[in-house]
């Protein structure tokens, strides 16, 4: 495959789902809205903890879809459908052991329901229901479309895509409209959920079938298998303890949440955490085509073109977050009070804790992004105890201090494991060089950013008295306002401080 019939592809993916991506998100804030609306924080905040409960109840699958995924690069390019068959084999097997491993950690948990559930107000039922459509539209990805793993291989993200988004916005509004116009409207969107989930895994299975109707039983047994491709599980068994760590952190916080404050607190979080993971997909959306790039030049070896390349990526990554950060922090208060109510906002050192939660997971890209491309798994130590951390800072802070102390104590665990000990490793294990040189970038890239947002706050706060809470256009005039500003102190900064954005507008000049 050559490099321009995989930046096409890159391309063409990255497009239809930012297309629909933009769309999701947009019916998801006006049905998060109607959810409150008409259910209330408490069944929001369940429906909440029991996707958070499910995802650690998956935990098992983490790692198998990236190495299947991997293992399946070269006999694809080579058309080699007999090893294409025995690894799809092997990954269903895998998958289906896993989904009964969570079938069983499902019903263990559901006898302790009554105990985990004590503070809730609402019926039992609410939670046995709630998690058991939840649990049984996890399932069919297992069972069903385990498939789907050769269409994200063989760059075909955009099948996956428009065979099933299509079905879960068209979900979206049934459940908005579901909501606001029928009685006993959360059985309506228990059944709405479980319906579309089914049809959208029958539309992707048959666009799979469709595409690769090769796809087939290989007819080896699992013993069989598991010799052959005895490195393929040797790297989900490396995979899913280094995807651990950044599970627990995406994941365990809401539950800290419910255990020490309420239900009604996790539906607050959920609001902003809407906003956060709406910022973290768009960035995934804009960076995540970079990976094969940066493995094709690290295995070229020109250690001097690699460094280059690591400076000019972490400057323009500091650059597009620093911009995100500084409109989250000086407009989402305004959106969520537009949005939901001033009732739902939280104070102004919670938010800063969030948005410095955000900044750490999405400047941390550079770092990962060579570490994968070195193929340094060797630190297995590490993802066990960033999700130790986590979950004894957080559980301890959070007592002392309750949501902050919980918001901290990820914010310490990110620090010294992904801020200090991945730029070492790769540094040292890598690059071959002083971890100091990356620190010196780092600092200087943060002091190009901050300085800049200190000064157009200062000058927005003095200049403009749009108040962006009286309204959705305020809020819009404010924001673009705000950030113009921001990015007009921003570039001079960078170009004048940071070798890697001289060499990105370098880059730039030429290809125009």
């Given at each position: ?24 998100l ?5 049905s998060?809205?109607v959810f409150?609306?008409h ?9 909440t903890?029991l ?6 109840l ?6 198998i ?7 399946l ?6 058309n080699?459908r ?14 289906r052991?896993i ?10 948990l ?5 105990l ?5 107000e609402?019926p039992?039922?609410?939670a046995?229901g709630?998690?058991?459509?939840l649990?049984?539209?996890a399932?069919?990805?297992y069972?069903?479309n385990?498939?789907q ?13 428009t065979?099933?988004n299509p ?28 319906a ?6 029958i539309?992707l299975?048959?666009v799979?079938?469709?595409?690769f ?18 490195v393929?599980?040797q790297?989900?068994?490396?995979l ?13 916080s809401?539950?800290?949440i419910?255990a020490?404050?309420s239900?009604?607190a ?9 906003v956060?993971v709406?910022i ?5 959306a ?8 940066v493995?094709?030049l690290?295995?070229e070896g ?5 460094r ?7 400057s323009?990554?500091f ?8 409109g989250?922090?000086?407009?989402v ?11 739902y906002?939280f104070?102004?050192l919670?938010?800063?804790?969030i ?8 400047t ?12 340094l ?7 066990v ?10 559980v301890?802070l ?55 947002a ?40 960078m ?5 890697g954005?001289r ?9 125009l």
């Open positions: 495959m050559n490099t321009q019939s995989r930046t096409r592809k890159s391309l063409h993916n990255s497009i239809v789902a930012m297309g629909f991506f933009i769309i999701q947009l019916l998801q804030f006006v998060r809205k409150l609306d259910l209330g924080t408490e069944v929001l905040g369940l429906n903890t996707s958070n409960i499910l995802q650690f998956n935990l098992a699958e983490l790692g879809g990236a190495a299947v995924g991997f293992s690069y070269k006999p694809l390019a080579e080699n007999s090893h294409i068959n025995e690894i799809v084999t092997l990954h269903g097997m895998l998958y052991r989904a009964m491993i969570i079938i069983a950690g499902a019903i263990v559901m006898c302790f329901f009554p985990i559930f004590k503070k809730m609402l039992m039922w609410y046995y709630s998690f058991g459509v649990l049984i539209s399932l069919i990805g069972f069903v385990f498939r793993i050769v269409l994200s291989s063989a760059q075909m993200d955009y099948k996956i895509q065979a099933t079905w879960m916005l068209l979900k979206l509004v049934a459940q908005i409209l579901a909501l606001s116009y029928f009685d006993h409207s959360y059985e309506w969107w228990l059944a709405l959920e479980f579309f989930s089914i049809i959208a895994a539309s299975h048959r799979t079938r469709r595409t109707p090769f796809l087939r039983s290989s007819g080896h047994t699992y013993s069989e298998l598991k010799v052959k491709y005895k393929l599980l790297k989900v068994r490396q899913f303890v280094h995807r651990i760590g950044s599970f627990v952190m995406s994941q365990f809401t539950i800290v419910y020490y404050i239900l009604s996790v539906a607050l979080y959920g609001n902003y955490m809407l956060i709406g973290n997909r768009l960035c995934n804009v960076f995540n085509s970079m990976g094969a790039g493995g094709n690290v295995a020109n250690n001097e073109r690699i280059a390349v690591f400076n000019e990526l972490l323009v990554r650059a597009v977050v620093s911009i995100i950060i500084y989250l922090l000086t407009s208060q305004p959106l969520i009070c537009l949005w939901v109510g001033p009732e906002l104070g102004t919670t938010v800063a804790l948005a410095a939660n955000l900044f750490i997971n999405l941390r890209n550079t770092v990962d992004l060579y570490v994968n491309a070195y193929g798994f060797g630190d297995i130590w590490a993802p105890a960033e999700a130790s951390l986590n979950i004894g800072l957080s301890l959070g007592w002392l201090f309750g949501l902050n102390g919980i918001l901290a104590g990820v914010i310490i665990s990110l620090v010294a494991v992904i801020g200090i000990w991945k730029p070492y490793y790769l540094f040292s294990r890598g690059m071959r060089l002083s971890v100091w040189v990356y620190w010196k970038e780092w600092f200087r890239n943060l002091l190009s950013v901050a300085v800049p200190v000064a157009a706050y200062l000058l927005i706060r003095h200049t403009l008295t749009l108040d962006p809470a009286e309204g959705w256009f305020e809020l819009i005039v404010y924001t673009i306002v705000n950030v113009t500003a921001y990015i007009l102190f921003l570039i001079p900064s170009l004048a401080f940071n070798t954005m060499l990105f507008a370098k880059r730039l000049r030429n290809k």
